[in-house]
T-cell receptor
Framework: NAGVTQTPKFQVLKTGQSMTLQCAQD?????MSWYRQDPGMGLRLIHY???????DQGEVPNGYNVSRSTTEDFPLRLLSAAPSQTSVYFC????????????FGPGTRLTVL | KNEVEQSPQNLTAQEGEFITINCSYS?????LHWLQQHPGGGIVSLFM???GKKKHGRLIATINIQEKHSSLHITASHPRDSAVYIC????????????FGEGTQLTVNP
Protein backbone atom coordinates (compact mmCIF):
# COMPACT_ATOMS: atom_id res chain seq x y z
CA ASN A 1 0.00 0.00 0.00
CA ALA A 2 1.17 3.54 -0.77
CA GLY A 3 -0.70 4.88 2.27
CA VAL A 4 -1.56 8.59 2.02
CA THR A 5 0.03 10.45 -0.89
CA GLN A 6 0.10 14.18 -1.50
CA THR A 7 1.14 16.19 -4.53
CA PRO A 8 2.92 18.46 -5.09
CA LYS A 9 5.61 18.41 -2.38
CA PHE A 10 6.46 22.08 -2.95
CA GLN A 11 4.59 24.91 -4.65
CA VAL A 12 5.11 28.63 -5.08
CA LEU A 13 2.13 30.75 -6.06
CA LYS A 14 1.54 34.43 -6.69
CA THR A 15 -1.22 36.22 -4.80
CA GLY A 16 -4.54 35.64 -6.51
CA GLN A 17 -3.61 32.41 -8.24
CA SER A 18 -5.64 29.27 -7.66
CA MET A 19 -4.46 25.71 -7.31
CA THR A 20 -5.44 22.28 -6.07
CA LEU A 21 -3.50 20.20 -3.57
CA GLN A 22 -4.03 16.53 -4.23
CA CYS A 23 -4.50 13.86 -1.57
CA ALA A 24 -5.15 10.17 -2.12
CA GLN A 25 -5.24 7.09 0.09
CA ASP A 26 -5.43 3.41 -0.84
CA UNK A 27 -6.51 2.02 2.55
CA UNK A 28 -10.27 2.36 1.97
CA UNK A 29 -10.49 4.88 4.81
CA UNK A 30 -13.78 6.71 5.20
CA UNK A 31 -12.43 9.66 7.18
CA MET A 32 -10.08 12.17 5.53
CA SER A 33 -8.97 15.59 6.64
CA TRP A 34 -6.77 18.54 5.71
CA TYR A 35 -4.58 20.40 8.20
CA ARG A 36 -2.23 23.33 7.97
CA GLN A 37 0.86 23.70 10.11
CA ASP A 38 2.32 27.11 10.87
CA PRO A 39 5.35 28.01 13.04
CA GLY A 40 4.47 28.42 16.71
CA MET A 41 1.03 26.89 16.23
CA GLY A 42 -0.30 23.39 16.35
CA LEU A 43 -1.81 21.72 13.33
CA ARG A 44 -5.21 23.21 12.54
CA LEU A 45 -8.09 21.49 10.78
CA ILE A 46 -9.20 23.08 7.51
CA HIS A 47 -11.87 20.68 6.17
CA TYR A 48 -12.76 17.07 6.71
CA UNK A 49 -14.87 14.34 5.18
CA UNK A 50 -16.53 11.31 6.77
CA UNK A 51 -17.18 9.60 3.46
CA UNK A 52 -17.65 10.10 -0.26
CA UNK A 53 -20.02 12.99 -0.94
CA UNK A 54 -19.82 14.36 2.63
CA UNK A 55 -17.57 17.24 3.66
CA ASP A 56 -17.59 19.75 6.50
CA GLN A 57 -15.63 22.74 7.70
CA GLY A 58 -12.94 22.63 10.32
CA GLU A 59 -11.33 25.36 12.36
CA VAL A 60 -9.85 27.47 9.52
CA PRO A 61 -11.90 26.86 6.33
CA ASN A 62 -11.90 30.35 4.78
CA GLY A 63 -10.23 30.51 1.38
CA TYR A 64 -10.34 26.75 0.83
CA ASN A 65 -12.78 24.39 -0.88
CA VAL A 66 -12.96 20.61 -0.82
CA SER A 67 -14.95 17.87 -2.48
CA ARG A 68 -15.02 14.08 -2.01
CA SER A 69 -16.31 12.33 -5.10
CA THR A 70 -14.54 9.04 -4.32
CA THR A 71 -13.38 7.29 -1.15
CA GLU A 72 -9.76 7.53 -2.32
CA ASP A 73 -9.37 11.21 -3.21
CA PHE A 74 -9.81 14.41 -1.19
CA PRO A 75 -8.43 17.45 -3.05
CA LEU A 76 -8.04 20.85 -1.40
CA ARG A 77 -8.59 23.91 -3.59
CA LEU A 78 -7.20 27.34 -2.92
CA LEU A 79 -9.56 29.72 -4.68
CA SER A 80 -7.45 32.91 -4.69
CA ALA A 81 -4.15 32.43 -2.90
CA ALA A 82 -3.08 34.94 -0.25
CA PRO A 83 0.25 35.28 1.59
CA SER A 84 -1.56 34.20 4.80
CA GLN A 85 -2.00 30.79 3.19
CA THR A 86 1.76 30.20 3.15
CA SER A 87 2.02 27.05 5.23
CA VAL A 88 2.69 23.33 5.23
CA TYR A 89 -0.42 21.33 4.41
CA PHE A 90 -1.02 17.79 5.61
CA CYS A 91 -3.70 15.38 4.52
CA UNK A 92 -4.67 12.57 6.90
CA UNK A 93 -7.00 9.60 6.85
CA UNK A 94 -8.38 7.03 9.26
CA UNK A 95 -10.66 4.02 8.99
CA UNK A 96 -13.51 5.45 11.02
CA UNK A 97 -14.36 8.78 12.62
CA UNK A 98 -14.38 7.46 16.18
CA UNK A 99 -10.75 7.98 17.02
CA UNK A 100 -8.83 5.47 14.97
CA UNK A 101 -5.11 5.64 14.15
CA UNK A 102 -4.45 8.61 11.90
CA UNK A 103 -2.29 8.21 8.80
CA PHE A 104 -0.65 11.37 7.49
CA GLY A 105 0.60 12.25 4.04
CA PRO A 106 4.13 13.68 3.59
CA GLY A 107 2.93 17.27 3.38
CA THR A 108 2.92 20.06 0.80
CA ARG A 109 4.98 23.18 1.46
CA LEU A 110 3.16 26.14 -0.10
CA THR A 111 4.57 29.64 -0.45
CA VAL A 112 2.36 32.49 -1.63
CA LEU A 113 4.23 35.58 -2.77
CA LYS B 1 -5.33 29.71 26.47
CA ASN B 2 -4.84 26.72 24.17
CA GLU B 3 -7.07 23.75 24.83
CA VAL B 4 -4.03 21.45 24.57
CA GLU B 5 -0.80 22.48 26.26
CA GLN B 6 2.50 20.64 26.02
CA SER B 7 5.59 20.97 28.16
CA PRO B 8 8.39 21.49 27.72
CA GLN B 9 8.43 23.26 24.35
CA ASN B 10 12.06 22.28 23.82
CA LEU B 11 14.03 19.48 25.43
CA THR B 12 17.68 18.53 25.02
CA ALA B 13 18.93 15.25 26.45
CA GLN B 14 22.01 13.08 26.40
CA GLU B 15 21.83 9.66 24.83
CA GLY B 16 20.56 7.11 27.32
CA GLU B 17 18.52 9.53 29.42
CA PHE B 18 14.90 8.91 30.41
CA ILE B 19 12.66 11.53 28.83
CA THR B 20 9.19 12.72 29.77
CA ILE B 21 6.96 14.98 27.69
CA ASN B 22 3.74 16.23 29.21
CA CYS B 23 0.35 17.10 27.73
CA SER B 24 -2.51 18.80 29.57
CA TYR B 25 -5.90 19.52 28.10
CA SER B 26 -8.88 21.53 29.23
CA UNK B 27 -11.78 19.90 27.35
CA UNK B 28 -13.61 16.63 27.61
CA UNK B 29 -12.07 14.07 25.32
CA UNK B 30 -12.80 10.61 23.99
CA UNK B 31 -9.18 9.78 23.16
CA LEU B 32 -5.69 11.25 22.93
CA HIS B 33 -3.02 10.75 20.30
CA TRP B 34 0.74 11.03 20.50
CA LEU B 35 2.38 11.76 17.16
CA GLN B 36 5.99 12.04 16.05
CA GLN B 37 7.09 14.51 13.39
CA HIS B 38 10.43 13.67 11.84
CA PRO B 39 13.00 16.33 10.92
CA GLY B 40 11.99 15.82 7.29
CA GLY B 41 8.40 16.78 8.18
CA GLY B 42 6.58 13.44 8.03
CA ILE B 43 4.09 12.70 10.83
CA VAL B 44 3.48 9.23 12.24
CA SER B 45 1.06 8.09 14.88
CA LEU B 46 2.73 6.62 17.98
CA PHE B 47 -0.20 5.93 20.30
CA MET B 48 -3.89 6.44 20.66
CA UNK B 49 -5.22 5.98 24.19
CA UNK B 50 -8.34 6.68 26.16
CA UNK B 51 -7.27 5.24 29.51
CA GLY B 52 -4.35 3.71 31.34
CA LYS B 53 -1.04 3.04 29.69
CA LYS B 54 0.39 1.75 26.42
CA LYS B 55 3.92 0.62 25.62
CA HIS B 56 5.69 0.14 22.31
CA GLY B 57 9.38 -0.63 22.45
CA ARG B 58 11.09 2.16 24.39
CA LEU B 59 8.03 4.40 24.28
CA ILE B 60 5.40 4.49 27.02
CA ALA B 61 2.28 6.66 27.03
CA THR B 62 0.02 7.19 30.01
CA ILE B 63 -3.18 9.11 30.49
CA ASN B 64 -5.10 10.26 33.56
CA ILE B 65 -8.58 11.23 32.42
CA GLN B 66 -9.58 12.69 35.81
CA GLU B 67 -6.56 14.99 35.86
CA LYS B 68 -6.76 15.71 32.10
CA HIS B 69 -3.10 14.87 31.67
CA SER B 70 -1.01 12.54 29.56
CA SER B 71 2.70 11.80 29.47
CA LEU B 72 4.98 10.31 26.85
CA HIS B 73 8.09 8.62 28.17
CA ILE B 74 11.14 7.52 26.20
CA THR B 75 13.49 5.13 27.94
CA ALA B 76 17.17 4.83 26.97
CA SER B 77 16.89 7.74 24.54
CA HIS B 78 18.85 7.70 21.29
CA PRO B 79 19.77 10.42 18.78
CA ARG B 80 17.29 8.88 16.33
CA ASP B 81 14.52 9.84 18.79
CA SER B 82 15.19 13.50 17.93
CA ALA B 83 11.92 14.81 16.54
CA VAL B 84 8.89 16.92 17.40
CA TYR B 85 6.38 15.06 19.57
CA ILE B 86 2.79 16.23 19.25
CA CYS B 87 -0.14 15.59 21.54
CA UNK B 88 -3.62 15.74 20.00
CA UNK B 89 -7.03 15.15 21.56
CA UNK B 90 -10.32 14.01 20.14
CA UNK B 91 -12.94 16.17 21.76
CA UNK B 92 -15.83 14.23 23.19
CA UNK B 93 -18.42 15.38 20.66
CA UNK B 94 -16.36 15.85 17.52
CA UNK B 95 -15.79 12.36 16.22
CA UNK B 96 -12.29 12.14 14.82
CA UNK B 97 -11.60 15.89 14.64
CA UNK B 98 -8.28 16.42 16.36
CA UNK B 99 -7.14 19.43 18.41
CA PHE B 100 -3.35 19.62 18.54
CA GLY B 101 -0.77 20.90 20.97
CA GLU B 102 2.10 22.95 19.60
CA GLY B 103 4.58 20.13 19.94
CA THR B 104 7.76 19.45 21.90
CA GLN B 105 11.06 19.63 20.05
CA LEU B 106 13.31 16.86 21.40
CA THR B 107 17.02 16.76 20.64
CA VAL B 108 19.05 13.79 21.88
CA ASN B 109 22.79 14.31 21.71
CA PRO B 110 25.22 11.39 21.41
Amino acid sequence: NAGVTQTPKFQVLKTGQSMTLQCAQDMNHEYMSWYRQDPGMGLRLIHYSVGAGITDQGEVPNGYNVSRSTTEDFPLRLLSAAPSQTSVYFCASSYNPDGDTQYFGPGTRLTVL
Amino acid sequence: KNEVEQSPQNLTAQEGEFITINCSYSVGISALHWLQQHPGGGIVSLFMLSSGKKKHGRLIATINIQEKHSSLHITASHPRDSAVYICAVIRGTSGSRLTFGEGTQLTVNP
